[in-house]
């Protein structure tokens, strides 16, 4: 057992280093680009772009989400049972049924956008739409990668795409292309991104013998899809993106850039959250099967860990979003310090999306999940109504972030009926606490210091704090020293002593 508790920590560990480098390039990506092109375009033409972006973005996460949700639960699941060959069958038909859809739909809304389609935004919005079919297919060999619990080729594919989106979105910024610029860097950079991830990993697969697909699973694919479908549906249109329909028809363009700006940076901030906690929904769904009896300590080591890193990101990022705003983008997005503010509060719910979710789908409860998303979302849409429609962009960011919250706690609650765990409380008010403490000496430094040399120093004076912080209030243990310290490993040298002197400070010795 010993030597399994290992196999899974080190398996995590892994799994978090990767997605911790895709993060640090995706975060300096991301932001720097939507940086760049709010600078670019300004509120009202941003507002526009991310209105006829939604559709893209919806349809692409929907179809997508379906088919590879499936690959990744059933390989899990025949992988931990030692049966590879019927893991490589569930490959196959995911990936050629993915194909055809994405063929389909991709066709439909081209004809869609010619016949009714602005023609003003045409051609930018075929390109987008095209963008959809590399997109959609590189969400199976992603989601496969995982049920191999090695997400190794998805970060070296993800470099791929996030390199050459910035460098088509550098050209476009400077070479004046506008939305056609913007919409192509998606193109190129999901086709990348394809590429690098499906090959090596259909190289992997042809060396293992192909089993026949039981018909019974084949039915449980097809209703799980459904099912999947039906959440990410809800996720895509009502938890993400709502806000913006109601922002459209109540407020207009420029209190739907304020947001989306909002909505980026918020998203930014869970990035790192998401990358331990993807690399532990990825053990999760294994060991769910293997050994139900760890899920528990895994779930609340994980969430300890989530903990650290959220509360000080979180509450950090609000307390130095004026200033923050008011050095990246110019005085027209003024109006969106409120929201960001908001956003980045009430976004850290989101961090423990995945470990509630995971377990459903483990538990075969998707139908479950379905009906408590549903209520959740008619929660947003309601208070999205009331909201907006008083307090624009303000009011999105209040109404998103109550709701999606009401939701994950509700999700957490049920899988508790199916998997016993639970969330370590007394550690989460300690880390709060070292937070709160650290956030009201960075606000207060930032009024004090105006501009980039606040900002500097507020981020330099949070660091320690907050370190010493957690120290004193005893947030982490001896247990935690152990499972941290093996990160150190694949630092280097500088950084590897610093990081290793960080840990042994923060986390107690042994008794």
Same mark, same amino acid.
């Given at each position: ?218 039915? %449980? ?77 895994? $779930? ?146 930032? %009024?004090? $210091? ?39 490993? %694949?630092?280097?040298?500088?950084? %590897? ?15």
């Amino acid at each position: 057992m010993a030597s399994q508790k290992k196999t899974v920590s080190g398996k995590i560990l892994h799994n978090s280093f990767w997605y911790g480098l895709e993060t640090i390039l995706e975060t300096i990506v991301f932001l720097g680009t939507s940086i760049a092109i709010a600078r670019y375009l300004g509120p009202r033409v941003l507002g526009y772009y991310s209105y006829i972006a939604l559709f893209v973005n919806v349809v692409t996460r929907t179809s997508g989400t379906g088919l590879a949700g499936a690959t990744r639960k059933y390989m899990s699941e025949f992988l931990a049972l030692d049966q590879p060959g019927t893991a490589r069958a569930v490959y196959n038909l995911a990936y050629r049924y993915q194909f055809l859809g994405a063929i389909c739909i991709t066709a439909l809304s081209i004809g869609a956008v010619v016949l009714f389609g602005d023609p003003a935004f045409r051609l930018v919005s075929c390109i987008l739409i095209v963008s959809i079919i590399p997109g959609v297919m590189s969400w199976v060999p992603a989601q496969a990668n995982q049920a191999f619990e090695d997400v190794t080729n998805n970060t070296y594919s993800a470099f791929g795409y996030l390199v050459s989106y910035a460098v088509i979105i550098a050209l476009t910024v400077y070479f004046k292309w506008a939305l056609v610029g913007v919409a192509s860097a998606m193109l190129v950079g999901r086709s990348v991104e394809v590429v690098l991830r499906t090959i090596p990993l259909h190289a992997k697969l042809r060396n293992i013998p192909l089993a026949t697909l039981p018909a019974d699973v084949i039915d %449980r694919i097809r209703r799980f899809c459904i099912q999947a479908i039906g959440i990410q549906l809800l996720m895509s249109v009502v938890w993400d993106r709502s806000e913006i329909w109601f922002l459209r028809a109540f407020s207009g363009l420029e209190q739907i850039g304020f947001y989306s700006i909002s909505f980026t940076l918020s998203n930014n901030l869970l990035v790192i959250p998401r990358t331990f906690g993807n690399a532990t929904g990825i053990s999760l769904m294994v060991e769910s099967i293997r050994d139900p009896g760890r899920i528990d300590k895994i $779930v609340k080591n994980a969430c300890r860990y989530l903990l650290l890193v959220v509360f000080p990101v979180h509450l950090g990022a609000a307390a130095i979003a004026r200033s923050a705003i008011g050095f990246a983008y110019d005085a027209r997005y003024a109006p969106a310090v409120p929201v960001i503010m908001i956003a980045s509060i009430l976004s850290m719910p989101r961090a423990f999306q995945e470990i509630s979710e995971v377990l459903m789908r483990s538990a075969d409860r998707q139908k479950e999940l379905l009906t408590w998303l549903s209520i959740t979302g008619l929660v947003n849409i309601v208070l999205d109504y009331v909201l907006i429609r008083r307090y624009g962009a303000v009011g999105a960011a209040w109404g998103n972030g109550l709701a999606q919250s009401f939701g994950i706690i509700v999700v957490w609650q049920q899988a508790r009926r199916f998997y016993n765990f639970s969330f370590p409380i007394q550690s989460a008010i300690r880390l709060f606490a070292a937070g709160s403490i650290m956030a009201a000496v960075a606000f207060f430094i930032c %009024r004090s $210091v105006p501009g980039l040399l606040g900002i500097i120093a507020a981020i330099a004076a949070a660091i320690p704090i907050y370190l010493l912080l957690v120290k004193l209030f005893h947030g982490l243990d001896f247990s935690d020293r152990v499972r941290l310290m093996p990160i150190g490993n %694949r630092l280097p040298g500088s950084m %590897r002593r610093l990081y290793t002197a960080t840990v042994a400070f923060v986390t107690p010795g042994q008794d």
